[in-house]
C-alpha cells in the first residue's frame, strides 16, 4: 500500500503496485453514453489520467489542458474517475471537451485496484488519486503517481516522454 498527500496529510492507496514494464492491466470502464471503453489493450497507445472528480477546479483543470494536449496526437487520451458517466456527459459539454474521452470507474473500481489508485481513506475514501500513465502495445510505458492530490501532474515530462516518442520508435506525441 503506498500513501500520497491530501492538502498535506497522508492518505493510503490500496491496490497494486505497478512499474513501468509491467503488463497493463486490461479493464472496462464506462463512458459518458455508457459505452464500454477499455483500457490497456495491446495495439494501442493509451495516455489514462486518473482523478478524483471533474466537478473540482484542479481536475477541470487538467482535463481542459490535457484536451487542449490532445488535438491530433496518437495517444488516446482518457480522463478516469469515479464520476457518474452522466456527470461527465455535463462536463464535457459546458467545458467544450472533444480531443479526450471520459470513464467513469464507479461500476466495479476495477481500475482504482488494478491500477494502485484507490484511496484507503481521509476524506476522498473510494475515490481515484491523480495519476497518469501511458499504455504503449499492453505495457506500462510511462507513470507518475501525483504525490500531492490537490496538484497537477508533471505535464512537461509527460510531454517530454511522448514527444520523445513514448519509449518506442512510432514518432506519436502528445502535444
Do not use: H, W
Given at each position: ?14 491496490g ?7 503488463d ?5 470502464l464506462k ?15 493509451q ?39 452522466f ?9 467544450g ?7 467513469s470507474d ?7 485496484q488494478?491500477y494502485?489508485?484507490?484511496i ?36 512537461q ?14 514518432g506519436?506525441?502528445?502535444?
Amino acid at each position: 500500500m503506498s500513501s500520497v498527500t491530501f492538502k498535506g496529510n497522508a492518505v493510503k492507496l490500496e491496490g497494486n503496485t505497478l512499474n513501468v514494464g509491467d503488463d497493463a492491466p486490461v479493464v472496462t470502464l464506462k463512458a459518458q453514453d455508457l459505452s464500454d471503453i477499455v483500457v490497456g489493450e495491446k495495439g494501442k497507445t493509451q495516455v489514462i489520467l486518473t482523478v478524483p472528480s471533474l466537478d473540482t477546479p484542479v481536475c477541470a483543470t487538467e482535463a481542459r489542458e490535457f484536451n487542449k494536449n490532445a488535438a491530433g496526437a496518437a495517444a488516446e487520451v482518457i480522463v478516469v474517475s469515479q464520476d457518474l458517466p452522466f456527470a461527465m456527459g455535463r462536463f464535457c459539454t459546458t467545458e467544450g471537451i472533444e480531443n479526450l474521452r471520459v470513464a467513469s470507474d464507479f461500476v466495479s473500481k476495477e481500475l482504482a485496484q488494478k491500477y494502485g489508485v484507490l484511496i484507503a481513506d481521509s476524506a476522498l475514501k473510494g475515490l481515484l488519486a491523480r495519476a497518469v500513465f501511458v499504455i504503449k502495445d499492453g505495457k506500462i510505458a510511462y507513470k507518475e503517481i501525483v504525490k500531492e492530490i490537490t496538484e497537477m501532474p508533471n505535464v512537461q515530462a509527460l510531454k517530454e516522454f511522448m514527444s520523445s516518442s513514448c519509449g518506442c520508435s512510432c514518432g506519436c506525441a502528445v502535444k
